[in-house]
C-alpha cells in the first residue's frame, strides 16, 4: 500500500461544479498536510496548508480527519482556469514530505 | 524573485554521457530535495538534504549522486546516463509552510 494514495480520476465537471477530492495516508504521525496544484507541463505550487480546523481560501477548502487519516479538497463553482492536477502532501514532524501521484480535475464549459 | 532556480531547463544527453543538474534557493530553507516525475506519475523522491553537510538516499536514488554545496546549492548529478533517466527533474526546497519547486529540467537520454 502506497503511503499516500489519491484517486487519480480524471475528473471531469461543467463549469460551476463542485467537485471534492481525497487523499488517505497511511502514517498516523504525520504532522502537516498540503495541497498542490501542478499545470500540464510545469511545477507544482502550493495551493494551501491543511489545519486541524479546516481552512478554506476562496472557493477552496481543505479538511483534515485524523481519525480516519484523510484530507481532503472542496471546490466550489469551478472555472475552467481550475483544471489541473491536484497532489496531497504528507509530511511527518520535521520531515520530509510524501506525495501523492496526484487527481487530474478538468473543468468543461 | 525570491524561490527556486534550475538550471539547464532542457537537455538532450547520449547513454553514458554524465551531466550536473543545478539548482539554488535563496529563500533561506534548511530543506533541499530533488524529484523526477515521468509521465502519468507521481514525484518520486531521488535525494534530499535535511541541512547543509547532509544528504540522504530518497526512494529512487540509482544513478545518482548528490552534493550540497552550501546552504544555497544542492546540485544533482548523472554519472552514466541512461534511457530509463529520461524524465522531468524538479529541484525544491521546503520550511514548515511547504515546499517550493524550480521549474524543472526536461531531460532525454537518446
Known amino acids: 500500500r502506497k503511503e499516500v494514495e489519491q484517486d487519480p480520476g480524471p475528473f471531469n465537471v461543467p463549469e460551476g461544479a463542485t467537485v471534492a477530492f481525497n487523499c488517505t495516508y497511511s502514517?498516523?504521525?504525520?504532522?502537516?498536510f498540503f495541497w498542490y496544484r501542478q499545470d500540464c507541463r510545469k511545477e507544482p505550487k502550493l495551493l494551501m496548508s491543511v489545519y486541524s480546523s479546516g481552512n478554506e481560501d476562496g472557493r477552496f477548502t481543505a479538511q483534515l480527519n485524523r481519525a480516519s487519516q484523510y484530507i481532503s479538497l472542496l471546490i466550489r463553482d469551478s472555472k475552467l482556469s481550475d483544471s489541473a492536477t491536484y497532489l496531497c502532501?504528507?509530511?511527518?514532524?520535521?520531515?520530509?514530505?510524501?506525495f501523492g501521484d496526484g487527481t487530474t480535475l478538468t473543468v468543461k464549459p | 524573485n525570491a524561490g527556486v532556480t534550475q538550471t539547464p531547463k532542457f537537455q538532450v544527453l547520449k547513454t553514458g554521457q554524465s551531466m550536473t543538474l543545478q539548482c539554488a534557493q535563496d529563500?533561506?530553507?534548511?530543506?533541499m530535495y530533488w524529484y523526477r516525475q515521468d509521465p502519468g506519475m507521481g514525484l518520486r523522491l531521488i535525494y534530499y538534504?535535511?541541512?547543509?553537510?547532509?544528504?540522504d538516499k530518497g526512494e529512487v536514488p540509482n544513478g545518482y549522486n548528490v552534493s550540497r554545496l552550501n546552504k544555497r546549492e544542492f546540485s544533482l548529478r548523472l554519472e552514466s546516463a541512461a534511457p530509463s533517466q529520461t524524465s522531468v527533474y524538479f529541484c525544491?526546497?521546503?520550511?514548515?509552510?511547504?515546499?517550493?519547486f524550480g521549474s524543472g529540467t526536461r531531460l532525454t537520454v537518446v
Open positions: 529563500m533561506n530553507h534548511n530543506s
Open positions: 525544491a526546497s521546503s520550511s514548515n509552510y511547504g515546499y517550493t
Open positions: 502532501a504528507v509530511k511527518e514532524n520535521a520531515g520530509k514530505s510524501t
Open positions: 538534504s535535511a541541512s547543509e553537510g547532509t544528504t
Open positions: 502514517n498516523s504521525a504525520s504532522q502537516s
